[in-house]
């Protein structure tokens, strides 16, 4: 082997490392962050909610000339509990409770987005 050729090796020896730590830091090394869901009616922001509260609960109903939707926040997590669009796969999407989940109606041009402002 020559010279060139262990250091591209050695390169990308070290650019996997560095990888495989970011990917453990990100998943694993928790931020005091201040969660909070955005939900989005036609792009547009309707409404902003903390998600830091574990024992905050409220029920959002977005209503708009699509249809509505029942918005769902308990325990830190998000979802929807109903709407009236036909495929029903927002309602059938779960629980989401992570920064940068979403949930989705897109008949109705819903977006609810689980963001937060970190700091270590």
Not at 53 to 59: G, I, M
Request: charged letters at 25%.
């Amino acid at each position: 082997m020559k010279k060139i050729d262990i250091f591209i090796i050695g390169i990308v020896i070290f650019l996997a490392a560095m990888f495989g730590v970011y990917s453990y830091y990100r998943t694993h090394v928790k931020y005091s962050e201040k969660k909070y869901a955005q939900i989005y009616v036609d792009n547009k922001i309707y409404k902003t909610v903390q998600l830091n509260d574990k024992n905050y609960k409220q029920t959002i109903e977005v209503k708009n000339e699509y249809g509505y939707n029942i918005v769902k926040i308990e325990n830190g997590t998000v979802r929807i509990i109903d709407a009236d669009c036909a495929d029903k796969m927002c309602v059938k999407s779960g629980t989401i409770s992570e920064v940068e989940q979403s949930l989705v109606c897109m008949p109705h041009k819903l977006i609810v987005i689980i963001k937060s402002d970190v700091s270590k």
